[in-house]
């Protein structure tokens, strides 16, 4: 994917990671792919967009990934796809837009472990963004008009959900640092700066190259 560059955004619940990745994608002057990614696998492969929704970023205890990325090779035609539970066969539609999209066109990603789908092209740029609990509540019951209480069982449920759909589907472990090229608080640096501090860290990573 010579001359794309491809930021992909990992976030707790509650981070902002979304907006963040939004925002980034206006001022770059490219999309932002986030349940997109969704419609665009759905496209591709010829699965119903209803059962990417359902399976979205949640766990799974079924098969090993091995068997999982060793289909991945077979396509979307042959028998050994055919008869994968419709879990994985959402994930890797998935994994193969996330690739194709990154041929295509300069954006940023949002989830669906996109970092480590773009893990082996040089114009991939992985983020993570985290903050303190308190404040993700304090977002979180805010936008959803919810009690704190209920926020942070959401919070811990969806973070749960997706630490375990990551670290099964991926070699990684989610929202360890040592995985991503730039992990930032947003509680401390606010949306607007962890948008123009990921601009500059791209800056930096392009003069580099």
Same mark, same amino acid.
């Given at each position: 994917?010579?001359? #794309?560059?491809?930021?992909?955004?990992?976030?707790?619940?509650?981070?902002?990671?979304?907006?963040?990745?939004?925002?980034?994608?206006?001022?770059?002057?490219?999309?932002?792919?986030?349940?997109?990614?969704?419609?665009?696998?759905?496209?591709?492969?010829?699965?119903?967009?209803?059962?990417?929704?359902?399976?979205?970023? +949640?766990?799974?205890?079924?098969?090993?990934?091995?068997?999982?990325?060793?289909?991945?090779?077979?396509?979307?035609?042959?028998?050994?796809?055919?008869?994968?539970?419709? #879990?994985?066969?959402?994930?890797?539609?998935?994994?193969? /837009?996330? +690739?194709?999209?990154?041929?295509?066109?300069?954006?940023?990603?949002?989830?669906?472990?996109?970092?480590?789908?773009?893990?082996?092209?040089?114009?991939?740029?992985?983020?993570?963004?985290?903050?303190?609990?308190?404040?993700?509540?304090?977002?979180?019951?805010?936008?959803?008009?919810?009690?704190?209480?209920?926020? +942070?069982?959401?919070?811990?449920?969806?973070?749960?959900?997706?630490?375990?759909?990551?670290?099964?589907?991926?070699?990684? +472990?989610?929202?360890? /640092?040592?995985?991503?090229?730039?992990?930032?608080?947003?509680?401390?640096?606010?949306?607007?700066?962890?948008?123009?501090?990921?601009?500059?860290?791209?800056?930096?990573? #392009?003069?580099?190259?």
């Amino acid at each position: 994917m010579a001359g #794309n560059t491809v930021i992909t955004i990992g976030r707790q619940y509650g981070s902002g990671g979304r907006e963040i990745g939004m925002r980034l994608a206006e001022e770059l002057g490219i999309k932002c792919y986030d349940k997109e990614l969704l419609n665009q696998a759905a496209k591709d492969s010829g699965i119903c967009e209803e059962l990417f929704e359902h399976h979205d970023e +949640k766990p799974t205890n079924s098969f090993l990934y091995s068997l999982v990325m060793d289909t991945y090779s077979f396509g979307y035609s042959s028998a050994a796809f055919a008869d994968m539970p419709i #879990n994985h066969k959402v994930f890797l539609a998935q994994f193969d /837009a996330i +690739k194709k999209l990154a041929q295509e066109e300069s954006c940023v990603m949002v989830g669906r472990c996109a970092d480590y789908a773009l893990s082996d092209y040089e114009g991939a740029f992985s983020v993570f963004i985290h903050a303190d609990l308190d404040k993700r509540i304090r977002r979180i019951a805010t936008k959803y008009e919810l009690s704190d209480s209920a926020a +942070k069982d959401r919070i811990r449920k969806t973070d749960k959900q997706r630490a375990s759909y990551y670290n099964y589907y991926t070699s990684k +472990k989610w929202a360890e /640092a040592a995985g991503y090229d730039l992990c930032l608080d947003s509680g401390v640096f606010g949306i607007d700066g962890c948008v123009e501090m990921i601009k500059k860290m791209l800056e930096l990573k #392009n003069r580099k190259i």
